[in-house]
């Protein structure tokens, strides 16, 4: 009797079991159905098949179902009273997912009628997320577009509260039914953000000071503003042509450190448009110090170079050179200053110049740019061996070789020998199968000494690197044009005109053909 009992317990244990297995199985089975039937209802061609088992509730789905296969039954040829269905259900079985009013809503549009159905659930929806600006910014849409442009209003207001950035949208399609700057008004929020993006947007709309704009930044003014607040109303003001409230304004917010720099630099900005320039240099001043007590030198004198420049356009050369001078003079390393001072005195000083070069040359040793102008220094002074050696220092780096090549063979056309650059541009071709630049140069070479064949076929190589451009095209038709060989000539020069068709150089050259009688 025992061992009977136990077996029955044991069967029982097992059939439990069993059971539960297959309760999961389907339960799987029907979670995994409902994820395909979503995911059918989400890629064309739609299944009519799907339609039918929806209505017929085959299987349980989610809100989203319902609400995505309604959806995209819109776009088929359908029945209107089977699309409503779909949308109840979606908002009966997911009530806290607004997509589903709204979606029901945004349908009932599309077919424009049920105005106050539309409204009902538009203000449903709100009503379940009252924190939701996009909800708002619908309902507003909605009633402005029927006309009710005062039970629009408080929506309008509502979603400028909630997203401040959502304004200049929000404001465009209350100008667009014809309301005026006093509606704007009242549905901005009496909060700095608010009042700083009408600010803006009037501003957009119309540059010249208004009165209403005026009112705003004055109100701005009043109000206890964070400096990065202080900052953009300093911003407008001076755009706007209030420069008393702007300077005040930056000054407050120059007052906290993170917006010190960015109001230093508005101030210096206004000042230099202004052409004051004491004022800009001591602006500078103060973003230059902020740089410095922020550990970081680099900028502090990058930012003093580019105020010297400006103030260099400004008093022309004499008062540009002390500039930058003065750079260099509270900067001595920094080597772009020596750059600033060499190209100042370079017209009237080339010797100056050159020194200047080289002492920014040699705190940038690694500066390809420095190198490349102390070389064309070196030829501008006559001191050719000086020049060279620089050239021949960058051959030995593979990413400077290119230039390099390209140096030497300007200081041989320097001394009248086309042969000696041709040779020492058909090395660097050798040695890169890259290279554009120097087959250019070379192409031109072998033109200048006659060689049209050899420039046929290094542009011939050139456009094999880069068959889109269509200077390449354009040098190998001169190329075939001055063998006489006519529709070779021609049929690059259509080629550079199909990829450029205002390409001179093609049509210079199909005009020398035309003018030969070909």
């Not at 004055?218 to 964070?226: D, W």
């Not at 400004?314 to 750059?339: F, K, W």
């Not at 390449?472 to 044009?481: D, N, V």
């Amino acid at each position: 009797m025992q061992k009977t009992g136990e077996f029955r317990a044991k069967t029982g244990v097992l059939i439990a079991a069993l059971f539960a297995a297959l309760l999961y199985g389907f339960g799987c089975f029907v979670v995994l159905r409902a994820e395909d039937d979503l995911d059918d209802a989400r890629h064309p061609p739609l299944d009519a098949s799907l339609l039918d088992r929806a209505e017929r509730a085959v299987w349980p789905h989610r809100p989203v179902f319902y609400r995505t296969l309604a959806d995209r039954v819109q776009f088929y040829p359908h029945d209107p009273s089977r699309v409503a269905p779909m949308y109840e259900t979606a908002i009966r079985n997911g009530p806290a997912d607004y997509r589903n009013l709204s979606a029901y809503a945004f349908y009932l549009v599309s077919r424009n009628c049920c105005s106050e159905q539309v409204l009902a659930l538009l203000n449903e929806t709100v009503r379940r997320c009252p924190t939701n600006p996009d909800m708002h910014q619908v309902a507003a849409s909605y009633y402005l577009a029927i006309s009710r442009k005062d039970q629009a209003l408080p929506y309008f207001r509502r979603a400028i509260e909630l997203e401040p950035n959502s304004a200049p949208q929000l404001y465009r399609l209350l100008d667009q039914s014809g309301a005026d700057v006093n509606t704007l008004i009242s549905v901005t929020p009496s909060e700095p953000d608010a009042l700083i993006q009408l600010a803006r947007y009037l501003h957009s709309r119309n540059p010249s000071t208004d009165p209403a704009f005026a009112k705003i930044i004055a109100q701005l003014s009043h109000m206890n503003l964070n400096s990065e607040q202080e900052l953009s109303a300093a911003e407008l003001a001076l755009q706007a042509g209030m420069p008393e409230d702007g300077r005040r304004l930056a000054m407050e917010a120059a007052g906290s450190s993170s917006q010190r720099i960015a109001a230093y630099r508005l101030l210096a900005n206004q000042a230099l448009q202004a052409r004051q320039i004491p004022a800009y240099l001591n602006y500078c001043g103060e973003v230059e110090k902020a740089y410095l007590e922020g550990g970081d030198s680099n900028q502090a004198a990058s930012h003093a170079l580019d105020c010297a420049w400006n103030a260099a356009h400004s008093e022309g050369d004499a008062g540009g050179m002390q500039h930058i001078l003065d750079v260099t003079n509270r900067y001595p390393r920094y080597a772009p200053a020596y750059l600033g001072l060499a190209k100042m005195s370079e017209k009237d000083s080339p010797e100056a110049s050159l020194l200047y070069l080289q002492k920014a040359a040699s705190l940038a040793p690694d500066k390809v740019d420095y190198q490349k102008l102390l070389a064309e220094g070196y030829i501008k002074t006559s001191r050719f061996a000086e020049a060279e050696a620089i050239y021949r220092a960058m051959l030995e780096k593979p990413e400077t070789f290119e230039d390099a090549y390209l140096g030497l063979s300007a200081l041989r056309l320097q001394h009248q020998d086309r042969f000696g650059a041709i040779r020492i541009l058909e090395e660097g071709v050798s040695r890169s199968a890259q290279s554009k630049r120097m087959r250019i140069q070379l192409g031109a070479l072998y033109t200048s000494i006659g060689d049209d064949q050899k420039a046929a076929k290094i542009y011939a190589s050139l456009i094999s690197l880069d068959p889109e451009q269509a200077d390449p095209h354009s040098l190998l038709g001169i190329a075939y044009l001055n063998q006489s060989q006519m529709e070779d000539a021609r049929k690059e020069f259509n080629e550079a005109l199909t990829l450029d068709p205002n390409n001179s150089l093609a049509k210079q050259g199909l005009q020398r053909i035309r003018a030969l009688g070909y």
